[in-house]
């Protein structure tokens, strides 16, 4: 039950958010980049938004240390949210060539896209398809930073990749 009330508050956030930045698009921006460094949301996004959800994460994380993998989940998605409240990511997402904080922004995140692959491929006995499927998105969507054309759809890509997670991260409760 927790999961979809985390999962109802992020939507709700969220879109209170992106609301508040007209200059923000769902399609071609990450989920980062709406508190992106500089923007005048940014300590809002990073406080009401990123923090509190890879907090209730890390407790799901704790919460499920009865088994290993599903912990490994949650805690590398916590890490990735946790990560983005303190490091927000420069304008533009720069994988490569940004500021320190960008470096550290990308590092978390690659930790939470990382573990989950790694967690996902421990679960893959009791998820089946839905795991190689989550899978196929994260890595569509870290593909799509770096080669120019699907670049400008990050943010559809990751938004797919998200929602991926968070339905398994359901499911595995």
């Not at 994988?95 to 893959?124: C, D, M, P, Q, R």
Request: charged share 10%.
């Amino acid at each position: 039950m927790i999961i979809i009330g985390l999962s109802l508050f992020y939507l709700v956030v969220y879109f209170y958010w992106s609301w508040q930045r007209s200059d923000y698009n769902h399609i071609n921006q990450t989920i980062s980049e709406l508190g992106e460094s500089g923007s005048k949301v940014e300590k809002g996004v990073a406080y009401t938004f990123f923090l509190p959800v890879g907090l209730v994460l890390l407790y799901l994380c704790f919460q499920s240390l009865s088994n290993q993998y599903v912990a490994m989940l949650f805690g590398a998605v916590a890490i990735g949210y946790i990560g983005a409240a303190f490091f927000p990511i420069d304008k533009g997402a720069p994988v490569s060539n940004g500021t320190w904080k960008n470096g550290l922004h990308n590092l978390f995140g690659g930790v939470e896209y990382i573990g989950a692959l790694a967690a996902l491929n421990y679960l893959k006995p009791e998820l089946g398809l839905l795991s190689t499927l989550v899978q196929a998105a994260i890595v569509i969507f870290v593909i799509g930073l770096y080669i120019p054309l699907l670049r400008q759809y990050r943010g559809l890509l990751q938004r797919v990749a998200e929602m991926a997670l968070f339905f398994v991260l359901w499911k595995v409760l």
